[in-house]
């Protein structure tokens, strides 16, 4: 292959890694927004790893107009005691902490594919056969961020959660999705450039194609 399509395909699974950073970071996996007597507004927000949760108080003022407080805080999420992960909420916990080890796998995949390619791209020779590896560390990542979005899309549908029946996906789910659509994507492209410039085609392997020697 190419150096070009190389430094392509390196942008290409960085923008995946990001997207995927995005998702595992980010609280808002799924969002509940609600109110009750005393809080104008309460969003509170799923996260992989966290539970962040905002809350806007009203208070009317002396001169007719009201007075805004705002509280935002985070903590783990789940936890063993808060949200019952020792009774009934056990099998719960254990799913959505998976899907969590599945996104800091995702994120680990796609780190070696980048150094993968660093060192492929140094000889020539190494550009013949590094696009193997880079394509299955590519997919792997994939596979690890539709595992996420497989676990997450079905705790949410089936309001796993007490609360998750009212929640909504947020832009952590977003992310999520965009970069496995966009690692699929990624993925095909490295085996069709890599599997072509083996081929001979020029467009893929450059100046120096290289051909199978027949006889």
């Not at 020792?86 to 969590?100: D, H, I, L, P």
């Not at 800091?104 to 190494?126: N, P, W, Y």
């Not at 659509?181 to 194609?209: C, D, E, K, M, P």
Request: aromatic fraction near 12%; hydrophobic fraction near 45%; charged fraction near 15%.
């Amino acid at each position: 292959m190419r150096k070009t399509s190389y430094v392509v395909a390196f942008f290409a699974v960085i923008t995946t890694m990001i997207l995927n950073v995005v998702s595992v970071q980010r609280p808002d996996w799924l969002v509940v927004h609600d109110q009750d007597i005393l809080h104008k507004s309460v969003v509170v927000e799923y996260g992989l790893t966290r539970r962040c949760e905002l809350k806007v108080i009203e208070i009317p003022s002396g001169n007719g107009g009201t007075l805004t407080y705002t509280n935002y805080d985070c903590r783990p999420f789940p936890m063993r005691v808060t949200d019952r992960c020792e009774k009934e909420n056990s099998q719960f916990c254990m799913v959505w902490g998976t899907a969590g080890y599945f996104g800091e796998l995702g994120i680990g995949f796609a780190v070696v594919a980048c150094l993968a390619i660093l060192f492929g791209v140094s000889t020539h020779s190494r550009r013949r056969r590094i696009w193997k590896s880079v394509s299955v560390l590519v997919a792997l990542h994939v596979l690890s961020q539709i595992i996420v979005f497989g676990v997450v899309t079905h705790l949410y549908r089936t309001d796993a959660f007490p609360s998750f029946e009212h929640a909504r996906p947020g832009l952590a789910y977003v992310s999520n999705v965009l970069s496995w659509v966009f690692g699929i994507l990624v993925t095909a492209g490295v085996v069709t450039t890599g599997i072509s410039a083996q081929r001979g085609h020029r467009w893929a392997a450059g100046n120096r194609a290289y051909r199978p020697i027949s006889g």
